[in-house]
């Protein structure tokens, strides 16, 4: 069955309901009666209200990507098991296929809405600032010999030219 290209409101409606359900763009397009994934990135460019639903869809996808994290972290059945002695052993295999879809989800979902999920940036400053008023003849010295140092002639009283 071939692959439809002309964009529709429904199909639209459908590719944002699968993203922000969790659903990856490339699961989506591999379902039948779904466009290519190039199909929707070029409805993305032509058509603005698509874009902003699929912009809004991606964002609804962090949340779930987030919520989702809770329910992998949460789930413990499968992360013990008992050997053929009867004891109790951990199922490392399971307990690290967990650990990647948490930090899988995690970084998709940084990505997608930095603001709410992205690593906070502490910018403030502790050290000492120190500011100085130079007048302008002290500026104009300074000015000249930093030129000097990089083979510029510098004029400091503003008349003629500088040389190269």
Partial sequence: MARPSDYTEELALHICAELASGKSLVRICQDEGMPDISTVYRWRLAHPE????????????????????????????????????????????????????????????????????????????????????????DLDKRIAEAAGKAGIAFAADGEGEAEV
């Fill in 50 to 137: 698509f874009r902003d639903m699929y912009t809004r869809a991606r964002e609804d996808q962090a949340d779930t990507l987030a919520d989702e994290i809770v329910g992998i972290a949460d789930e413990s059945i499968n992360d013990t098991y008992l050997d053929s002695d009867g004891n109790e052993r951990t199922n490392h295999e399971v307990v690290a296929r967990s650990k990647l879809r948490v930090d899988a989800r995690k970084w998709v979902a940084a990505k997608l809405k930095p603001r709410s999920y992205g690593d906070k940036l502490d910018l403030t400053h502790s050290g000492e600032l120190n500011v100085k008023t130079l007048s302008d003849d």
